[in-house]
């Protein structure tokens, strides 16, 4: 019985919805008929943004994102520049400690220390972990800068695509009570779901 009751409210609510959605496409067709109104093309919103990070938000009339876009930018260009130039550092002094003896076909000792950023006191070890520790993180922020920029086009894309969607206050999804026949005696109560737009 309850399964019964199911089905007929599960029922009920799609010719609700069917119902709802012819009301709507016969007001649209109307209305289109006598306002013209300008394409907004997510195609030329992801091109945009393509050329220039940023355009696409402009074109989406998105201006708000803007900062956003070009905060992710600068914040990935700062630490690359800081992870290049330390990586710069320290790989130019592990070479130049390393390179005289691989030259002579020599094993390099490892118990003297270098001098990086003018602080001694480094043994050769700590200065190739840092060397990798700086190259794997500039290598990162390039990936994310890549990353970012791709997520900029992406944004743009799907928010041309939701630029004309309606949002307005006459969106609404509610349960209505409603009796169905079982038969010709009787009746059910049921519910149905009622969708407005």
């Known amino acids: 019985m309850i399964r019964f009751i199911a ?7 799609m010719g609700t919805i069917a ?12 209305s ?3 306002i013209t109104t300008h394409e907004h093309s997510p195609k030329t919103a992801a091109l945009l943004s393509t050329a220039c990070p940023g355009l696409g938000q402009i074109y989406n009339k998105n201006y ?20 290049q130039k330390n990586y710069k550092e320290f790989k130019s002094v592990y070479d130049a400690y390393r390179l005289p003896y ?15 950023f003018g602080e001694s006191g480094y043994y050769p070890e700590n200065v190739r972990e840092g060397r990798d520790y700086y190259r794997r ?10 990353t970012w920029y791709v997520l900029s086009i992406l944004e743009a894309y799907v928010y041309a695509h939701l630029y004309s969607f309606d949002t307005s206050d006459n969106l609404s999804i509610s349960c209505v009570p409603m009796y169905s026949p079982l038969s010709k005696s009787k009746v059910s109560p049921t519910v149905a779901l009622k969708i407005s737009f």
């Open 7 to 13: 089905i007929v409210c599960v029922c009920l609510g």
């Open 19 to 30: 119902f709802s959605q012819q009301i709507r496409t016969i007001d649209s067709v109307s």
């Open 32 to 34: 289109h008929t006598s």
């Open 64 to 83: 708000l994102k803007l900062p956003i876009v070009y905060a992710g930018f600068a914040a990935l260009g700062y630490g690359f520049t800081h992870y």
């Open 102 to 116: 691989i030259e002579k076909g020599e094993t390099p000792p490892a118990n003297v220390q270098l001098t990086v």
């Open 137 to 146: 993180y500039r290598d990162l922020t390039i990936i994310g800068m890549g």
